[in-house]
């Protein structure tokens, strides 16, 4: 029962992320000022050994589209209780912080009410640059990181496929 509701509920992901039939006009520079703002607010979560997110001030729904939300639950739940394909945090590419900073970011406007954003992150406690673009959704609550794409990929791709392999070898080690 358990993985006919994990796969239902990837399927109805899978649906609603493919429909792009919505159209709406590209951001204005309030709206790319709204992200900017946005996301270094998410980033000084990561300042000074900063708790990250989830964190006392930003929830995961504060931050991620809650599309990407339930892919990373989907992914979870498949793993029963092991580590699926998320073993860091997306938002650093990392596992371990310790001062990371926005050294540059670019934003870019997509279809519909959706942008992209180009960052180059440091630590400036260890020195170590990573470079990774995010998806922004604006949704009526505001700006939410919609996929994460770094040296893996989308991590919304990675999220679904392994979630459809975990699911596919629980199926296959299944008692018929």
Same mark, same amino acid.
């Given at each position: ?45 990561? %300042?000074? *050994? /900063?708790?990250?997110?989830?964190? $006392?001030?930003?929830?995961?729904? =504060?931050?991620? +589209?809650?599309?990407? #939300? ?7 739940? %498949?793993? *029963? /209780?092991?580590?699926?394909?998320? $073993?860091?945090?997306?938002?650093? =590419?990392?596992? +371990?912080?310790?001062? #990371? ?7 870019? %406007?997509?279809? /519909? ?26 949704? %009526? ?36």
């Amino acid at each position: 029962m358990a993985l006919l509701r994990h796969t239902f509920a990837l399927l109805l992901i899978l649906l609603t992320m493919t429909d792009a039939s919505m159209a709406a006009t590209a951001p204005s520079a309030v709206d790319s000022a709204s992200a900017e703002q946005f996301l270094r607010r998410v980033y000084a979560s990561y %300042a000074n *050994d /900063g708790p990250g997110v989830p964190s $006392d001030k930003l929830q995961e729904s =504060d931050v991620y +589209d809650a599309s990407l #939300i339930a892919l990373m639950e989907a992914d979870q739940d %498949a793993a *029963d /209780g092991e580590v699926g394909f998320l $073993d860091g945090d997306p938002l650093c =590419d990392c596992q +371990d912080w310790g001062d #990371i900073r926005i050294q540059s970011l670019a934003l870019t %406007a997509l279809e /519909g009410d959706r942008l992209k954003a180009s960052l180059a992150l440091k630590d400036a406690s260890t020195g170590e640059g990573r470079k990774l673009d995010l998806l922004l959704h604006r949704t %009526a609550q505001g700006w939410r990181i919609e996929d994460c794409i770094s040296g893996q990929g989308s991590l919304a791709e990675n999220l679904r496929r392994s979630t459809r392999k975990l699911l596919q070898e629980k199926k296959d080690a299944a008692p018929t």
